[in-house]
């Protein structure tokens, strides 16, 4: 071929072909498992922001330096925005803890049982999601990179593919047998 690819070029190209496709399946394995755990993270935190907004609420008033709690967005909101919320209210939620004697927990129904949660286990919670959020973000990332790599090895391959036929054909004979065994590939 004019660029002078052989045998070996077509093959090792091949192999980067199914090296790549093996490495988008791994991509988007890691993708949905991101997903699925920013999911758990959120299914998590959720009633606990809204459980902590509420009972926070009437102990801000006499806290001084303690700004108002955020609105409760909807766990389907931008994730940094979400994020954003669930710091301030962590942020009330220690001053809260700083003004008075004994820390506060909040009650949070789990089952049937409801569970006193502390300031700790709801940041804890929070840095679970936004690092849930960091993976989610980072396998986005990596699977659309591994597609880009991925097309463009199709478009290089597709070209050598069409270029194949004329160059194969090039070196045999008129009336050579071989000749009806070439392929004929398409641009589209």
């Known amino acids: 071929m004019k660029d002078k690819t052989n045998l070996s070029a077509m093959a090792e190209l091949r192999d980067r072909l199914i090296a790549v496709h093996s490495d988008n399946l791994t991509e988007a394995n890691n993708l949905q498992r991101a997903q699925e755990t920013r999911d758990a993270a959120l299914k998590t935190l959720h009633p606990l922001v809204k459980q902590a907004r509420t009972s926070l609420k009437g102990l801000v008033e006499d806290v001084p330096g303690a700004k108002a709690l955020p609105a409760l967005l909807p766990a389907n909101s931008e994730p940094q925005k979400y994020l954003q919320a669930a710091n301030d209210i962590a942020e009330v939620w220690a001053k809260v803890n700083a003004s008075d004697a004994e820390p506060v927990t909040i009650p949070i129904l789990v089952g049937q049982e409801t569970v006193q949660v502390t300031q700790a286990a709801f940041v804890a919670a929070v840095v ?11 396998a986005r990332s990596a699977e659309a990179l591994g597609r880009k790599t991925r097309d463009s090895l199709h478009k290089i391959a597709k070209a050598k593919l069409i270029a194949y036929p004329a160059a194969a054909k090039a070196r045999l004979a008129d009336g050579d047998p ?3 065994t070439i392929p004929t590939f398409s641009n589209g």
């Open 128 to 138: 679970a999601f936004s690092s849930a959020v960091d993976t989610l973000m980072t």
């Open 178 to 180: 071989l000749r009806a």
